[in-house]
Nanobody, 119 residues
Framework: QVQLVESGGGVVQAGESLRLSCVFS????????MRWHRQAPGKQRELVAS???????TYADSVKGRFTISRETAKRTVYLQMTSLKPEDTAVYYCNLDYNLLGKLLGAWGQGTQVTVSS
């Protein structure tokens, strides 16, 4: 199975930047899509950004032009570069990926990292 560990969260002021990292480890044959989600207090978890094995990326409308997702396979890491942060970006950010193992398609989630943006 695959394990994920996120890092890089913190408290910043509006307009500042943060870079989240998610390192994965464990057993797998292929890592497929990798994603970042977030969940704000009292709200449902939402997909923020995703990147495929070919490098294609998609973003939620609310973060387009401000966030960038990237993956560095050799380092087993996926990043979320966040710029021009807004108070509404405050949430717990979760890393998620799909992978193949022994012919099965499985998913894994990290424990989350808190991002707080003050106005």
């Amino acid at each position: 199975q695959v394990q994920l560990v996120e890092s890089g969260g913190g408290v910043v002021q509006a307009g500042e930047s943060l870079r989240l990292s998610c390192v994965f480890s464990g057993s797998y044959s292929v890592i497929n899509a990798m994603r970042w989600h977030r969940q704000a207090p009292g709200k449902q978890r939402e997909l923020v950004a995703s990147v495929t094995t070919s490098g294609s990326t998609t973003y939620a409308d609310s973060v387009k032009g401000r966030f960038t997702i990237s993956r560095e396979t050799a380092k087993r890491t996926v990043y979320l570069q966040m710029t021009s942060l807004k108070p509404e970006d405050t949430a717990v950010y979760y890393c998620n990926l799909d992978y193949n193992l022994l012919g099965k398609l499985l998913g894994a989630w990290g424990q989350g990292t808190q991002v707080t943006v003050s106005s």
